[in-house]
């Protein structure tokens, strides 16, 4: 026990408690330094953090500014902020709530169904626009619908542009979002083991930002994601086919469930909208041109001309000059104007000299010369790519394999750096006999899978040329070729390694074509690929070949100008032998004679088709508008004696469209018999009339509305006044003038026609002063309404976020009316029992909820088809909108015979 034998030496003791406790103390003292410095020290890294997130978004934003200025079809005469005008939609229409807040209509809403794939005809009646910011003011993302050529990429870019500039007229929301503009083109996307999305949208910008954010942007494009300040921006989605779609769509989800609080703009085209759904977009439409739009645009391209092209050395060239006011003024009358891209390839081609004739057509042959001037056999080279892309439903390819499919267009022997000076005779024979062999297989699956191989490929060295990166890009894609295809074209001819990339680097410069990420190449446009492709495939039978493919861009577009240049009467019966109860065949059909030439042999058939289905009044209203646009816009001058004759039909609708087609062709011999229906009628024939006169706009015509204004009955008036909004030049002049005339009678209906003018600050200024100081109190009340249905636009006409479908609060309601409850799983039940039982507000209120979730329809097709084949109506007309909408949406349409009705 020898351990317990041990004493303590106290003085020992003593010091080390004291040392103990004064090193206690000192360390209670030194604790708030301590914690003082730490937290300087979090504070200085936080900020020199901040400092290097700050720069780097000030950079990229910068860069963004900097790439999209060109990101327009005029780039190489004019930036975007110099030519481009503010993007506008088509408003949608406002939900319908039972026991909500019911919409305030104005005369476009009583009168047009909504067109969101015609845009023409709501352009010209004046109907509700919206701006693409304020579409996105409360919430929703949206699905951007059009065309090609319709405005869907300037409108993105315009977006990218002002959120990059952080524009202070931006909602707060967006202006804080840093913008995030891909192409769909230039996603390559990864195997989905590779699980990091953001570095597909880092490959897609890498090479278009600075060397400086490009060093620092995958840990940027994850701080902005993670922190929710993205704003994506996806344009081109629309060019893709539904296989490409299909995987892009996925990624995005992917993208929206790992980074949720990022905002989402897609485009689309009006038929394929199977992003919709899957992504939570609410689609939009793009709004056609007016005509005062038109006229806006040609003037400013004529002073940016004056401005900008006259004084270049180049311009010596062209061709002496022609007075701009007439130039202009017969661009607005030789054809269709609602078109932005449409119109630039016009203005371009008659202030260049260089055009070929009034059609669409005509122009884009202009500037496909204009661009590849310098490169022989550009033409037919591209022919044969378009031709075989859109046959392959392969918008987007490998380039070493493109450069097979122009290899015979070049010159093997030709001097390094000269353009190719092929045999144009030698390169088309080569062309037709590689197009026969394709076209007279049936199955393309070989095909499409060789291409895709190669799409997946990517570049695996090859030599470097730093004096041109394009060539540089090629010359590594050549590496995909095995060794024994090296030296050889499409067809085994000996050709030179060097050389057979050539013309590819010249169409990239010519702004033809497009390099995209992996090794990739495109088209630049995809209305330049729709007509080359068309050209290609016109003399050769490829409309065969191409009607059985799903509905995508490429083929919509091949199919119009293979119309336009080729005879397609052998098609026209099995065409247009179409059992779609939205008959979307004859619609597509409907697009090729503004094209054609006027004596192409199949126009006759089809338009005499449009014209007999346009007499059925069983058809849906919205439906027949569809097909009295496109006679409208066929460029057929007879189509002018149609509807006048119309006019004296005994079926009210017919009467209403042939109206509506008067004003669509600026039918001067109509204006006679339209004011004595002005004068006449009442209801939607007497707006009609009246939207009509006012987009023929003549003198008479104008004259007609302004006396309805001043001396028809209380609706006329009110028509009167809401249909000279419309027209800016005069139709403003007589409204401010009637708000100050003695008869209360006009002052009051003239409020409804300013109501109308939400974009223009004058006409707000003058409905808030007449409410205020006008001497009557039924004019300052009707002043008072006109400002809350100019506030309601952005309540109910601007799409915005939906709760979960089981807590909808109206299906609540009816569900407890029938003793029921709702619950996730039985809302879709309950959607069905108020179509089938419910009053009419809630049975449209259902077709509402079935437009925002396609897949759900399907159930529900019987009692869509029964509305569908109704009696003409309000019921009607939401069926044939909601069956349009599920249909673009991606769910099978039976013909209404299948669905054992007739």
């Known amino acids: 026990m020898d351990f317990l034998n041990f004493a303590i030496h106290l003085p020992s003791f003593g010091l080390g408690f004291l040392a103990g406790v004064l090193l206690l103390v000192f360390l209670q003292q030194l604790r708030p330094i301590l914690r003082q410095t730490r937290e300087a020290v979090k504070e200085q890294v936080s900020s020199v953090k901040a400092g290097l997130s700050t720069s780097i978004e000030v950079r990229f934003r910068g860069d963004v500014v900097k790439m999209l200025q060109t990101n327009h079809l005029a780039a190489p005469l004019f930036s975007l902020d110099e030519i481009a005008l503010p993007a506008r939609l088509l408003a949608p229409p406002a939900p319908i709530v039972p026991d909500g807040e019911i919409p305030i209509e104005d005369i476009t809403t009583q009168t047009l169904p909504y067109l969101p794939d015609w845009p023409e005809a709501p352009a010209a ?40 500039r952080q524009d202070a007229e931006l909602e707060p929301d967006l202006a804080r979002r840093v913008p995030v503009y891909v192409h769909a083109a230039e996603l390559a996307l990864p195997p989905r083991e590779a699980n990091k999305p953001l570095d597909v949208l880092y490959n897609a910008l890498a090479e278009k930002v600075s060397t400086i954010v490009e060093a620092q942007l995958p840990q940027f494009l994850a701080a902005i994601f993670e922190n929710e300040l993205a704003l994506l921006l996806v344009d081109g989605l629309d060019e893709m086919p539904p296989t490409a779609q299909h995987s892009i769509i996925e990624f995005l989800v992917d993208i929206r469930n790992r980074y949720p609080g990022n905002r989402l703009i897609a485009a689309a085209a009006p038929e394929d909208l199977s992003a919709m759904e899957p992504l939570g977009l609410h689609p939009v439409a793009m709004a056609a041109w007016s005509r005062d739009e038109a006229a806006t645009f040609l003037a400013r391209w004529a002073e940016l001309w004056q401005e900008h092209v006259v004084d270049e050395p180049w311009a010596a060239n062209l061709p002496p000059a022609v007075d701009p006011l007439v130039l202009n003024s017969w661009l607005l009358e030789s054809g269709d104007t609602a078109s932005p891209l449409a119109l630039t390839l016009k203005a371009w081609a008659a202030y260049a000299g260089d055009g070929r004739g009034p059609r669409l057509a005509d122009a884009l042959d202009a500037y496909i010369r ?54 144009p005779v030698e390169g088309l024979a080569d062309f037709e006999s590689e197009l026969d062999a394709l076209l007279e297989t049936s199955d393309f699956q ?155 042999a199949w126009r006759a058939t089809l338009l005499r088709t449009l014209a007999g289905l346009l007499q059925r009044d069983d058809l849906a209203l919205g439906l027949r508008l569809r097909l009295t646009t496109a006679l409208a816009f066929s460029g057929e001058k007879s189509i002018g004696s149609l509807f006048r004759q119309m006019l004296g039909a005994p079926n009210p609708s017919s009467r209403i469209l042939g109206a509506l087609g008067c004003g669509l062709t600026r039918n001067t011999k109509a204006v006679e018999p339209l004011t004595q229906i002005l004068y006449e009628a009442s209801g939607l024939l007497g707006r009609a009339a009246a939207l009509a006169l006012v987009a023929i ?130 809302a879709w039940e309950t959607v069905g029992l108020a179509l089938r ?66």
Do not use: C
């Open 837 to 902: 039982e419910g009053s009419e507000e809630e049975q449209l209120a259902g077709m509402d909820l079935l437009r925002q979730h396609p897949s759900a329809a399907r159930n529900n097709l019987p009692v869509l088809y029964q509305a569908l084949t109704g009696p003409d109506g309000e019921m009607r007309e939401a069926a044939f909108f909601t069956l349009w909408l599920i249909g673009a949406a991606g769910v099978d349409l039976p013909s209404v015979q299948k669905m054992g009705l007739n």
């Open 125 to 164: 009646f004046g109907a509700l626009n919206l701006s693409l910011a304020e579409a996105m003011s409360r919430g929703a993302d949206l699905l951007l619908v059009g065309r090609p050529g319709s405005g869907k990429t300037v409108a993105l870019t315009r977006l990218a542009l002002r959120t990059a």
């Open 697 to 826: 706009g003549t003198t008479p015509a104008l004259e007609a509305v302004t006396t309805a204004l001043l001396q028809g009955d209380e609706t006329l008036r009110k028509a009167a006044a809401e249909a000279l909004a419309n027209h800016p030049e005069e139709g403003y002049a007589v409204l401010k003038e009637g708000a100050t005339v003695d008869d209360l009678a006009v002052r009051r209906a003239v409020v409804f026609g300013l109501a109308r003018l939400r974009h223009e600050a004058w006409a707000t200024q003058l409905l808030e002063t007449m409410q205020v100081e006008d001497s009557q109190w039924v004019v300052r009340n009707a002043a008072q309404q006109g400002l809350e249905a100019m506030a309601q636009v952005g309540r109910l006409r601007v799409p915005a976020p939906q709760p979960p479908l089981h807590e909808t609060p109206w299906l609540i309601a009816f569900a407890s009316k029938h003793g029921m409850g709702v619950t996730e799983k039985s």
């Open 446 to 600: 070989d095909e499409i899978e060789s291409l895709k191989t190669e799409a997946a490929s990517t570049a695996s060295g090859g030599a470097a040329l730093l004096t041109d990166p394009f060539l540089t890009e090629d010359l590594d894609s050549l590496a995909d070729d095995t060794p024994a295809d090296k030296g050889k074209g499409r067809k085994g001819k000996e050709v030179s390694g060097r050389n057979v990339r050539r013309m590819l680097p010249e169409l990239v410069k010519s702004l033809m074509l497009t390099y995209r990420p992996g090794s990739r190449i495109s088209f630049s446009h995809p209305l330049v690929a729709g007509y080359l492709a068309g050209n290609g495939l016109a003399a050769r039978g490829g409309a065969t070949q191409l009607l059985p493919q799903p509905p995508w861009a490429g083929r919509t577009l091949a199919l119009e100008f293979i119309a336009a240049n080729g005879d397609i009467s052998s098609l026209m019966n099995p065409l247009l032998d179409d059992h779609d109860p939205l008959l979307r065949t004859t619609l597509i059909a409907g697009q090729w004679p503004r094209h054609a030439p006027a004596n192409a």
């Open 370 to 423: 204009r661009m590849t001037a310098d490169i022989a056999n550009a033409r037919p080279a591209m022919e044969q790519l378009a031709a075989q892309m859109t046959l392959t439903l392969n918008p987007v390819i490998a380039r070493n394999a493109a450069g097979r499919f122009v290899s015979s267009f070049e010159d093997p022997t030709a001097p390094e750096g000269e353009a190719a000076s092929a045999s």
